[in-house]
């Protein structure tokens, strides 16, 4: 909404001759023993066909194989996440691992919230219900009414709205800052059953939005129906 190995082993066999010469006199023929590196070059070939023919003729053996020199999860991926359903079914979405729960609930409302271990970086949905249809007008000012008593932090500080943009999926993008400059974030607003709203917000502090940008686009948009 906000914003988405094999590899190969090449094998070189090299055969190395010598370069053989002609001799008239007759040589001893005394056998010669092979050394210690002609036998373990020997013996490593056969251990190799033996593997080789291993695999060919088992290949869940060598799936196994590569399946258990799998990094575990969280090595692979520097931000795994968890799957978080709200209470009432209303969503899901994927929620970086790590990140700090809170809920809570007031009047005609509740909120879950996941903040960065750090504090600079947050997602929450609030799902606000009176029992009354909301839309048009009344639908925009409550809207606006959740993102000052939940992200304006202060008597001298106020939310400015940068952009207001109707979504394919019938929901509305508000891009916003705080008067300070300090923060800044991005809320989606949609109706369910014409009476709840929901309002799923990602905020960042402005000195860290490189750091979670990303982080916050791959949450959001995994936002979806449970």
Not at 113 to 116: L, R
Not at 155 to 161: G, M, S, V
Not at 205 to 213: E, L, R
């Given at each position: 909404m906000l914003f988405a190995l094999a590899g190969g082993v090449i094998m070189q066999t090299r055969e190395v001759f010598s370069n053989d010469r002609t001799q008239k006199e007759v040589m001893s023929i005394e056998p010669r023993r092979p050394n210690d590196r002609t036998i373990i070059l020997v013996i490593g070939l056969i251990?190799?066909?033996?593997?080789?023919?291993?695999?060919?003729?088992?290949p869940r053996l060598f799936q196994s194989i590569l399946d258990a020199?799998?990094?575990?999860?969280?090595?692979?991926?520097?931000?795994?996440?968890?799957?978080?359903?709200?209470?009432?079914n209303y969503y899901q979405m994927d929620i970086p691992e790590g990140w700090i729960y809170l809920s809570g609930n007031g009047d005609h409302y509740y909120f879950d919230?996941?903040?960065?271990p750090d504090g600079n970086a947050l997602i929450e949905n609030i799902v606000y219900d009176e029992g009354a249809p909301l839309e048009g007008a009344q639908l925009g000012q409550t809207a606006l009414q959740l993102l000052d008593q939940f992200y304006d932090s202060g008597?001298?500080?106020?939310?400015?709205?940068t952009d207001d943009t109707p979504q394919q999926d019938g929901s509305e993008r508000l891009s916003w800052n705080l008067s300070s400059g300090n923060r800044?974030?991005?809320?989606?607003?949609e109706v369910r059953n014409s009476k709840t709203l929901l309002l799923l917000t990602a905020e960042w502090?402005?000195?860290?939005?490189?750091?979670?940008?990303d982080i916050l686009d791959k949450s959001v948009s995994s936002y979806r129906n449970p």
């Open positions: 251990l190799l066909g033996m593997v080789v023919v291993t695999f060919v003729t088992d020199v799998k990094p575990a999860n969280g090595a692979a991926n520097e931000n795994p996440a968890r799957i978080f359903t709200d209470r009432n919230q996941f903040k960065s008597p001298n500080e106020t939310i400015q709205l800044s974030g991005v809320s989606f607003v502090s402005n000195d860290y939005k490189s750091q979670y940008m």
